[in-house]
């Protein structure tokens, strides 16, 4: 398996290492520029560094693709459908998605709503320092705990009914309640399953700043 790093142009509080590829998206660029890693591929508009900046880019990546300022699709988008095209079955890794303008961060939560990308949404995480967040689609899901982390909540998409099993919060037929986030629960010792009728579940594993 492939395994992809996506460096967007949020807070850099995880340095992302030992992957296989590494690609910038706009100011992402130069975060892996200024700490020594590789810049496989550049995509965006740029229009959030300077010329000298842009310039830089162009010299020390491998591969351009630069994109007009007025486009459907942000630039983290442009930038994970060049990836799948190239690399289908590659799993990407994205950091520096949080921590900038509320709107990227909005839009890079909802990532899977993008047609073009909802086919891989089980090959996109996001990380930093203290969220990895990961999408599943309509169906039933095992999920495992992760290192580190203390919660795992849940943002349901498309209308679809949340089941969770297992969980230090189920959420059954015995006990249901719709929310927009189900926010805070907890692994016990083990597994937890989740079943959604429709749409995609976003799953945000978390913890707390200490």
């Not at 690609?23 to 560094?49: K, Q, R």
């Not at 491998?62 to 190239?86: G, H, M, N, S």
């Not at 990895?132 to 999920?143: D, T, W």
């Not at 805070?184 to 010792?189: C, G, L, R």
């Amino acid at each position: 398996m492939t395994k992809l790093a996506v460096v967007a142009g949020g807070d850099l509080e995880l340095l992302p290492t030992a992957y296989d590829g590494y690609i910038g998206v706009d100011a992402g660029c130069l975060a892996l520029l200024d700490n020594g890693l590789p810049l496989d591929i550049a995509v965006g508009d740029f229009d959030s560094i300077s010329k000298e900046e842009l310039a830089r880019v162009q010299a020390q990546a491998r591969l351009v693709i630069q994109a007009p300022a007025e486009k459907d699709d942000t630039d983290l988008e442009l930038a994970l459908k060049e990836v799948f095209q190239r690399y289908p079955e590659a799993q990407v890794t994205i950091y520096g998605a949080f921590g900038g303008r509320l709107d990227h961060m909005m839009a890079n939560l909802f990532l899977a709503s993008e047609p073009a990308l909802a086919p891989f949404m089980r090959q996109i995480e996001l990380v930093d320092k203290l969220n990895l967040v990961r999408f599943y689609p309509a169906g039933q899901h095992r999920l495992f705990p992760q290192k580190d982390m203390t919660y795992v909540s849940f943002m349901p998409e498309g209308g679809g009914r949340l089941s969770i099993w297992g969980a230090k919060y189920p959420l059954d037929e015995a006990h249901y309640f719709l929310k927009k986030c189900y926010a805070s629960n907890e692994f016990i010792d083990r597994e937890m399953n989740i079943g959604l009728d429709k749409g995609y579940v976003i799953v945000i594993y978390s913890k707390d700043r200490r």
